[in-house]
């Protein structure tokens, strides 16, 4: 009995899992990249931090931000979870793989601490440094924040959630910047370039800035980039769906060369995909600090003012 058909169609069949595995991470990561530390009570989580390979890829704006450091910060990442929804953990995994970028980009400046563990003295940590509490109406308070400290000087981002996962890193890096309360940090060139491009879409996009709030602005800016976000992944992953089909297809033909172009066909798509969520990440990330400028610049006088 010839076996040769049936290994064939298992190799193939591996190969076309690892390849949608590989493509299921780049997106993870680029979603952490995008598109807003400590006491007894916490410990020096150590597994699953991930190699350089693995951590998520930081902004100029954050690297900038992070290798001025003069003083220890820590980050303290609160995640009690008991939740019904499946997905908080991983979300929660995501997190820590991004603050375990910030600890290595610092250069030993910064460290980060994750609490997983549920008891009366982490509830009360969580809460004491600003972290929410949800999920009370079902019974368990749960915790899923990070506060941000050095010195006698503190921030929180008191909910985190995966609706603004692309926003997260502009968050953190902006309550960091916060806590540090020193002259702003020198940005690269190409990121002040990037930054008046970003205040210019703003203004176009909210043109009355005196007239919208700070969170009403930031939540309209938030909701367009996810909008994108969202749009972009429905169309390329009907392109992305194509070209597996077409994997499928070459290999039932048997041709090595079709089924060469066939997966690199996959692989092009994937790296298109790759690079329109980054860029969506990033000028989410843009937009929302080039509001919070805007609305620090103070109105002009009304006319007639004085008189």
């Not at 991930?50 to 820590?74: M, R």
């Not at 205040?199 to 969170?215: G, R």
Request: proline share 5%; aromatic share 4%.
């Amino acid at each position: 009995m010839n076996l040769q058909p049936h290994r064939t169609a298992r190799l193939s069949a591996a190969t076309r899992n690892s390849e949608r595995a590989g493509a299921r991470a780049i997106l993870l990561v680029l979603v952490v990249l995008a598109l807003g530390l400590g006491g007894a009570l916490f410990y020096n989580h150590s597994l699953h931090r991930g190699t350089p390979d693995e951590l998520p890829k930081l902004s100029d704006a954050t690297k900038a931000v992070l290798q001025s450091l003069d003083a220890p910060v820590e980050l303290r990442f609160y995640s009690l979870l008991a939740p019904p929804d499946a997905t908080l953990p991983a979300f929660a995994d995501r997190v820590e793989r991004l603050l375990s970028a910030y600890e290595r980009e610092a250069g030993g400046k910064l460290t980060f601490s994750r609490q997983a563990a549920m008891s009366d003295a982490t509830a009360n940590a969580a809460a004491k440094d600003g972290v929410k509490a949800f999920n009370l109406e079902k019974g368990d308070a749960c915790f899923l924040g990070i506060a941000v400290v050095q010195a006698n000087h503190r921030e929180a981002l008191a909910q985190l959630s995966p609706d603004w996962e692309p926003a997260l890193e502009s968050d953190l890096t902006r309550a960091l910047v916060r806590v540090l309360s020193k002259p702003p940090v020198v940005i690269p060139a190409e990121t002040v370039k990037n930054a008046a491009a970003a205040d210019e879409a703003v203004k176009t996009m909210i043109p009355n800035v005196a007239a919208v709030s700070l969170e009403d602005g930031s939540r309209q800016i938030r909701d367009t980039s996810l909008k994108e976000f969202r749009d972009t992944m429905t169309e390329l992953e009907g392109r992305v769906k194509e070209a597996e089909q077409r994997i499928e297809q070459t290999q039932a033909s048997g041709s090595e060369a079709e089924q060469q172009a066939a997966r690199k066909q996959l692989q092009d798509v994937q790296k298109e995909r790759a690079a329109k969520l980054q860029q969506i990440a990033e000028q989410a990330m843009a937009r929302v600090a080039a509001w919070e400028r805007l609305k620090k610049i103070p109105a002009p006088p009304a006319a007639g003012a004085g008189q």
